[in-house]
C-alpha cells in the first residue's frame, strides 16, 4: 500500500514568487491535513480538507491556501513568499479526521522543505 | 483554547529508559497520540490513547494520561541508539474534531 507521497521534497524560490505544494494521500483516505513545521514554531496546524471541502482552518494569512480534488489529492499554494515561509510543510492523510468513533489517526508524508531566498 | 506543550530536550544514557512528558490544556481532548520524527523524515505514529484510558502498554512503550491534570508521558524502556528522534505529542478534541494540534516536540539524545 502506497504511502502519502508529497511533490517536490525540495525547492528554493525567492520572496515575492509563488508556490503549489502536492499531496497525494493513501488510497482510501479522503482526509488530507497540513502542517508547517519551522525549528521555532513547531509543528503548525494550516488547514483539512475532507471530500473537497475545507474542515478546518489554522491561524495563517490569506497568502497560504489550499484545495482538494474529487480523487482526494491535495494541493497548497503559497503566495508572495517572505522570508519566514521557508519551512518544512508536512502533509498527512486519514480516513476520516471527523468520524466520531476510532481513533483516526495520520498517516504523514515525507514533507516539501521550502527555502525562500 | 489548545495548546500543548512539550520540554524540548532529553538526554538519556543507552539501556536506560527515557520519559517524556507533555501538557494539553484543552479538556475535551478524545484522543492523544505520540509520534516520532527522524532526521530528513515526516512523521511516524508510535502509539496513541483514549482519553477514557488511563495507560497503554506496547512492547517497549508506555504511555500514562492524567487526565485531571492534563499530563501524557511516554515511557521508552530499555531505550537504544535507534530511538534518537524528535518526538511529538499531539491532542484530537471534540471542539475540534478534525484538527490534530501537536507540542513543539522533544528532541530525544542518547549517550553512550
Known amino acids: 500500500k502506497a504511502g502519502v507521497t508529497q511533490t517536490p521534497r525540495y525547492l528554493i524560490k525567492t520572496r515575492g514568487q509563488q508556490v503549489t505544494l502536492s499531496c497525494s494521500p493513501i488510497?482510501?483516505?479522503?482526509?488530507v491535513s497540513w502542517y508547517q513545521q519551522t525549528p521555532g514554531q513547531g509543528l503548525q496546524f494550516l488547514f483539512e480538507?475532507?471530500?473537497?471541502?475545507?474542515?478546518n482552518k489554522g491561524n495563517f494569512p490569506g497568502r497560504f491556501s489550499g484545495r482538494q480534488f474529487s480523487n482526494s489529492r491535495s494541493e497548497m499554494n503559497v503566495s508572495t513568499l517572505e522570508l519566514g515561509d521557508s519551512a518544512l510543510y508536512l502533509c498527512?492523510?486519514?480516513?476520516?479526521?471527523?468520524?466520531?468513533?476510532?481513533?483516526?489517526?495520520?498517516?504523514f508524508g515525507a514533507g516539501s522543505r521550502l527555502t525562500v531566498l | 483554547g489548545e495548546d500543548v506543550e512539550q520540554s524540548l530536550f532529553l538526554s538519556v544514557r543507552e539501556g536506560d529508559s527515557s520519559v517524556i512528558n507533555c501538557t494539553y490544556t484543552?479538556?475535551?481532548?478524545?484522543?492523544l497520540y505520540w509520534y516520532k520524527q527522524e532526521p530528513g523524515a515526516g512523521l511516524q505514529l508510535l502509539t496513541y490513547?483514549?482519553?477514557?484510558?488511563d495507560m497503554k502498554q506496547d512492547q517497549r512503550l508506555t504511555v500514562l494520561l492524567n487526565k485531571k491534570d492534563k499530563h501524557l508521558s511516554l515511557r521508552i524502556a530499555d531505550t537504544q541508539t535507534g530511538d534518537s528522534a524528535i518526538y511529538f505529542c499531539?491532542?484530537?478534541?471534540?471542539?475540534?474534531?478534525?484538527?490534530?494540534?501537536f507540542g513543539s516536540g522533544t528532541r530525544l539524545s542518547i549517550r553512550p
Open positions: 480538507y475532507f471530500s473537497e471541502t475545507q474542515r
Open positions: 490513547i483514549f482519553s477514557n484510558m
Open positions: 499531539a491532542e484530537r478534541t471534540y471542539s475540534s474534531a478534525s484538527k490534530i494540534i
Open positions: 498527512a492523510s486519514s480516513v476520516d479526521l471527523h468520524a466520531s468513533s476510532g481513533a483516526n489517526v495520520l498517516t
Open positions: 488510497s482510501g483516505h479522503r482526509s
Open positions: 484543552d479538556s475535551s481532548s478524545t484522543y
